[in-house]
C-alpha cells in the first residue's frame, strides 16, 4: 500500500495557483460538505501549512480541506487546544458582546472579541452553520489588510458556533476602534458590520532577541521578529534566495521544521502561515503556545522535507501484548511503543523514536495512526511530545485488535547551518 501526497492534493478543494505546500500526506478530502476552512494552522494533532507567493496574507477562500481530516476528527476545545487564547479570553480586557447583526434574513451573533497583541479572535454564532465570506478588520476606521481562519466549534440543532482568528503583519495600537464585516453568506451579499472599542489584554508582552541568521538547502534565512507573552509567542522568520527554483511546485520539496526548547522537546505550533512577494523571498509567521517559564531558549531547525509528491511504502503492525515493541523506520531510526495504561474505555500509548532527527511535536512528517484491521482510526487523542522525541496518544479499547500505522521515511538531514538559537530573557 502507498501514499502518494500528489494525489491527495489533486483533490483538495483549494486553488492550486495560490499553493505552494499542502498538508501532510494521507489525507483525504471528503466528500460531505465541510465545516472549518483552513487559512493558516495547525490544529489538534495534524501539521497544516498555506503558503502564497506573490501575495501577503492568505484569504478564508483559500480552502477548508481539514474539516473532516481523520486525524482531526476531535472535537476543537480552546481550553484545550489554545490554552493562550483560553488565558485571554478569561481577561478583563476580552469583551462579552453578544451583539446579532442581520442583514438579508441572516441573523450571525458576534459573543466574544479577544486581542492580545500579536492575534485577535472573533467567537460568533449562528443558528445553522452558513459559509460566510471573508471578515474583514477595521482599526480606527482603516482597513486592514488580514488573513484570517474558521474554526468549528459547536454544531447541534439550532446552533453553529466558530472561532474566526484574524492575522496581521501590522503592529497595532494597545486600544482602537475596531470594526468587523462580513459581505456575503451562503453566497447573499449583505452588510453584517458591527463597531466596538478593544484594548489588548493583559499579557506581559515581551520583544525577543532577534537577527539570527542561517542557510538551508543554499536558501538564507533570518529571524526577522519574535516576541513571547503568557498568551501566545509569534516568530517571523524571513528566507531570501533561489526559492522557487528550489522548493514549491513544481520541484515540490518544502521548507519544514521542528522547533524546541532548550532541552530538545519540540514546542506547540498552533498555526504557520507563509506569504513573499516575489520569487525570493518567503516569510514564516509561526504562532505558538505561551511559553512555560522555565524555558531559557527557542530553537529552530530548519531541513527540506520530503518531495510533495513522493510515495512512500506503508508500514502496518498489530500492537503486540509484549513491550516494549520496536518498529524498524530504515534510515530514520525505530518506533519504539513503551508502555500502554488503560483508563477506562481508552488507553493511553507511549512511544518514542529512537533517532538523531528532532522530530516536531506531533510527528508532522511522520503519521502515526491506531486502527483497526479493515482501517477504522480508533485514536481518541492524537500525537502529542511529552519529550525529546517521546509521545503519547489515546485510542479506543475493546473494539477490536489495534493496528499501528506509519510509513518508512527517507533519510532526512539538518544543515549545521540550519540551526538557530533564541535566547529567552
Given at each position: ?62 480552502g ?86 474558521i474554526t468549528?466549534l ?66 538564507a ?15 517571523q ?15 515540490g520539496w ?11 522537546v ?38 527540506a ?17 509484549e513491550?516494549?515493541q ?5 534510515d ?8 500502554v ?85
Amino acid at each position: 500500500m502507498e501514499n502518494n501526497i500528489k494525489k491527495v492534493i489533486d483533490e483538495m478543494d483549494v486553488p492550486m495557483q495560490k499553493l505552494d505546500e499542502a498538508i501532510n500526506k494521507g489525507i483525504i478530502a471528503p466528500k460531505k460538505k465541510r465545516k472549518n476552512k483552513l487559512i493558516i494552522g495547525l490544529l489538534s494533532s495534524v501539521a497544516a501549512v498555506s503558503l502564497v507567493l506573490g501575495s501577503g496574507f492568505v484569504s478564508p477562500t483559500v480552502g477548508n480541506a481539514l474539516a473532516k481530516i481523520p486525524f482531526m476528527g476531535f472535537v476543537y476545545k480552546i481550553e484545550e487546544q489554545d490554552k493562550g487564547l483560553h488565558k485571554a479570553l478569561s481577561d478583563s480586557n476580552a469583551i462579552k458582546l453578544n451583539k446579532t447583526v442581520t442583514s438579508k434574513g441572516i441573523s450571525v451573533t458576534f459573543e466574544e472579541i479577544v486581542y492580545d497583541g500579536a492575534r485577535l479572535h472573533v467567537i460568533y454564532s449562528m443558528p445553522e452553520y452558513r459559509e460566510i465570506g471573508k471578515m474583514e478588520m477595521f482599526v480606527n476606521g482603516e482597513w486592514l489588510n488580514t488573513g484570517g481562519s474558521i474554526t468549528s466549534l459547536q454544531e447541534e440543532e439550532g446552533s453553529y458556533r466558530a472561532l474566526y482568528g484574524f492575522r496581521f503583519e501590522e503592529e497595532l495600537p494597545e486600544a482602537f476602534d475596531l470594526t468587523l464585516k462580513i459581505d456575503s453568506i451562503d453566497g447573499i451579499v449583505g452588510d453584517w458590520t458591527f463597531e466596538t472599542p478593544i484594548k489588548k489584554v493583559q499579557n506581559k508582552h515581551r520583544i525577543l532577541q532577534a537577527g539570527q541568521r542561517g542557510m538551508m538547502n543554499g536558501i538564507a534565512f533570518e529571524v526577522k521578529s519574535a516576541q513571547t507573552s503568557t498568551t501566545s509567542t509569534k516568530l517571523q522568520v524571513e528566507f531570501t534566495g533561489p526559492i522557487r527554483e528550489k522548493i514549491g511546485f513544481p520541484i515540490g520539496w518544502s521548507i519544514s521544521e521542528t522547533i524546541t526548547d532548550q532541552n530538545g522537546v519540540p514546542l506547540k505550533i498552533l498555526e504557520k502561515v507563509g506569504g513573499g512577494k516575489t520569487d525570493n523571498d518567503l516569510t514564516w509567521t509561526y504562532m505558538l503556545e505561551p511559553l512555560a517559564s522555565d524555558i531559557t531558549e527557542l530553537r529552530l531547525y530548519y531541513y527540506a522535507g520530503p518531495k510533495i509528491d513522493a510515495v512512500f511504502e506503508d508500514v502496518i503492525v498489530p500492537l503486540s501484548n509484549e513491550l516494549p515493541q520496536k518498529i524498524e523506520l530504515g534510515d530514520m531510526g525505530d518506533i519504539v511503543i513503551t508502555h500502554v495504561e488503560q483508563v477506562g474505555d481508552e488507553a493511553v500509548l507511549t512511544f518514542l523514536i529512537d533517532s538523531d532527527f528532532p522530530f516536531n511535536r506531533n510527528l508532522g512528517l511522520l503519521p502515526f495512526t491506531i486502527a483497526l484491521e479493515d482501517g477504522e482510526r480508533i485514536m481518541t487523542e492524537g500525537v502529542q511530545a511529552i519529550g525529546r522525541n517521546e509521545y503519547q496518544l489515546k485510542y479506543k479499547t475493546n473494539v477490536g485488535q489495534p493496528f499501528i500505522k506509519t510509513i518508512l521515511l527517507p533519510k532526512l538531514t539538518i544543515e549545521p547551518t540550519a540551526q538557530v538559537v533564541i535566547p529567552i530573557k
